[in-house]
């Protein structure tokens, strides 16, 4: 998924797409107030478990119905489904909403291991429907404008990429800490963003070679464990000899909440993508040239939902399938062989 296309052929849908949203934690309830503010989208339908999350997301979607499963979300006359449930159910949910016909945007990870996900963009080829994953940091100004310099060519040869998503905290859900119902750990929630960032910005090069290490609690961890990890280090060698170094953590010891950065090194410069004082949402970017430092993005800037909105706006043009949806698997195929090589 290079970018939501702005251009899109294929038969058309209502002007205001009818969607659905599966799931309403924190995260489906921010996403679906954003769609909602943006108005682009007409959301008819709600589903969570906890039947009261759901009634309480109707305070921003006031017209939607509540409903009681999520094969009676399947049954409405929709034209996608918003799937913010938690991982273990993202490729079962997304294949059978594709094969009844609707497009998807879901919360990343699409699914908890490259085959998983080859599955699910299968379907969406079969079905000819658009598929997505909320991969939202592409979103950011900060990043965006940084990505417009690396596509220029302006830092020169890229040969060295650094990143970093560290987080004091950790999910308050005990299924992120089960392998078989989260499909890994920090690598997979936080690691993921980085990797996409990394590919994406670089135009998608060829991986030569990846090696990793995972920690549990500061023990490395084998292929046989079951435990998931809280910290994980990576070097990614590109076919252009470029190397991309990348560290994440659940509960990391660190005087900040979060500490998110995003560095790339060329010939001719770089640029650097950070948060502020520790902030999840607040992002600056700065382009440096020979000791010179030009910023480029600061904040404010209310990112969370773009990327739903620009799926919901290529939806109301068409609901065809998209092959950007394919480059999933380059990230989630670069996150197997970081769990592999340990």
Request: hydrophobic share 45%.
């Given at each position: 998924?290079?970018?939501?296309?702005?251009?899109?052929?294929g038969?058309?849908?209502?002007?205001?797409?009818?969607?659905?949203?599966?799931?309403?934690?924190?995260?489906?309830?921010?996403?679906?107030?954003?769609?909602?503010?943006?108005r682009?989208?007409?959301?008819?339908?709600?589903?969570?478990?906890?039947?009261?999350?759901?009634?309480?997301?109707?305070?921003?979607?006031?017209?939607?119905?509540?409903l009681?499963?999520?094969?009676?979300?399947?049954?409405?006359?929709?034209?996608?489904?918003?799937?913010?449930?938690?991982?273990?159910?993202?490729?079962?949910?997304?294949?059978a909403?594709?094969?009844?016909?609707?497009?998807?945007?879901?919360?990343?990870?699409?699914?908890?291991?490259?085959?998983?996900?080859?599955?699910v963009?299968?379907?969406?080829?079969?079905?000819?429907?658009?598929?997505?994953?909320d991969?939202?940091?592409?979103?950011?100004?900060?990043?965006?404008?940084?990505?417009?310099?690396?596509?220029?060519?302006?830092?020169?040869?890229?040969y060295?990429?650094?990143?970093?998503?560290?987080?004091?905290?950790?999910?308050?859900?005990?299924?992120?800490?089960?392998?078989?119902?989260?499909?890994?750990g920090?690598?997979?929630?936080?690691?993921i963003?980085?990797?996409?960032?990394?590919?994406?910005?670089?135009?998608?090069?060829?991986?030569?070679?990846?090696?990793?290490?995972?920690?549990?609690?500061?023990?490395?961890?084998?292929?046989?464990?079951?435990?998931?990890?809280?910290?994980?280090?990576?070097?990614?060698?590109?076919?252009?000899?470029?190397?991309?170094?990348?560290?994440?953590?659940?509960?990391?010891?660190?005087?900040?909440?979060?500490?998110?950065?995003?560095?790339?090194?060329?010939?001719?410069?770089?640029?650097?993508?950070?948060?502020e004082?520790?902030?999840?949402?607040?992002?600056?970017?700065?382009?440096?040239?020979k000791?010179?430092?030009?910023?480029?993005?600061?904040?404010?800037?209310?990112?969370?939902?773009?990327?739903?909105?620009?799926?919901a706006?290529?939806?109301?043009?068409?609901?065809?399938?998209?092959p950007?949806?394919?480059?999933?698997?380059?990230?989630?195929?670069?996150?197997?062989?970081?769990?592999r090589?340990?």
């Amino acid at each position: 998924m290079s970018s939501l296309r702005a251009e899109s052929s294929g038969p058309a849908v209502a002007k205001a797409p009818r969607l659905g949203f599966a799931g309403t934690g924190w995260i489906g309830r921010a996403r679906l107030h954003s769609l909602a503010e943006s108005r682009i989208a007409q959301i008819s339908a709600i589903f969570d478990p906890a039947r009261e999350q759901a009634e309480d997301a109707l305070s921003s979607a006031p017209d939607a119905r509540v409903l009681s499963s999520f094969d009676d979300l399947l049954a409405m006359d929709l034209d996608g489904i918003v799937i913010a449930t938690p991982s273990a159910l993202h490729a079962t949910q997304a294949v059978a909403a594709l094969e009844r016909g609707f497009a998807v945007f879901c919360q990343k990870p699409l699914a908890r291991n490259g085959a998983e996900a080859g599955r699910v963009i299968d379907a969406a080829r079969n079905a000819d429907r658009l598929l997505a994953i909320d991969m939202s940091y592409r979103y950011t100004h900060a990043i965006s404008k940084m990505r417009e310099l690396v596509q220029d060519g302006a830092l020169g040869r890229i040969y060295a990429v650094d990143l970093v998503f560290h987080n004091a905290y950790g999910p308050n859900k005990n299924w992120y800490y089960k392998r078989d119902l989260a499909g890994g750990g920090c690598v997979i929630d936080l690691g993921i963003h980085l990797v996409d960032l990394a590919l994406w910005m670089l135009d998608w090069p060829r991986v030569s070679s990846v090696e990793g290490r995972c920690y549990c609690h500061g023990e490395p961890l084998d292929a046989s464990s079951e435990a998931v990890e809280d910290y994980a280090v990576a070097s990614i060698r590109l076919e252009s000899d470029a190397v991309v170094r990348l560290a994440c953590s659940w509960k990391l010891p660190t005087i900040f909440d979060a500490v998110i950065a995003v560095k790339f090194y060329g010939t001719e410069g770089g640029v650097e993508f950070s948060n502020e004082g520790g902030s999840f949402y607040e992002f600056t970017s700065v382009y440096i040239r020979k000791r010179n430092r030009v910023t480029l993005s600061s904040p404010p800037d209310r990112w969370g939902g773009r990327t739903l909105i620009a799926w919901a706006a290529q939806l109301s043009r068409s609901r065809s399938y998209d092959p950007d949806c394919e480059r999933l698997l380059d990230v989630a195929r670069v996150l197997d062989a970081i769990y592999r090589s340990y």
